[in-house]
């Protein structure tokens, strides 16, 4: 596999599919394409088993994956409650900076 036929949305297919198979409390994930690289696959997890944190700001976990290898991209996952992702939508609660729902994939659990 060349660097140039890295499939980014496939990939995002296959971790929120997993993601959704392996976590009880993950009910729904938002694929985020855009603004993001080449190389960077960006998912919002709702989860209803995670703790609410009323006073951090919303920050994605980087999962660097397959470094120095011709599969190396960038996984950010950004975990939120239920009661997040309605802030999200309403606008009430701003996504990290470069995140936007613009043409988001959604999987449901």
Do not use: C
């Not at 009880?24 to 997890?45: C, F, H, M």
Request: hydrophobic share 35%; net charge negative; charged share 30%.
């Amino acid at each position: 596999m060349s660097i140039a036929s890295f499939d980014r949305d496939s990939m995002a297919k296959w971790y929120a599919t997993e993601h959704l198979n392996t976590d009880p409390g993950i009910v729904k994930i938002y694929y985020l394409p855009t603004n993001s690289g080449d190389r960077e696959i960006r998912l919002l997890e709702v989860n209803k088993l995670m703790a609410e944190r009323t006073e951090d700001a919303l920050e994605p976990i980087d999962f660097g994956v397959d470094r120095g290898q011709h599969t190396e991209h960038h996984l950010f996952v950004l975990d939120v409650t239920p009661e997040q992702w309605e802030r999200i939508e309403s606008g009430e609660l701003q996504l990290p900076s470069g995140w936007s729902l613009k043409n988001y994939v959604e999987y449901l659990g």
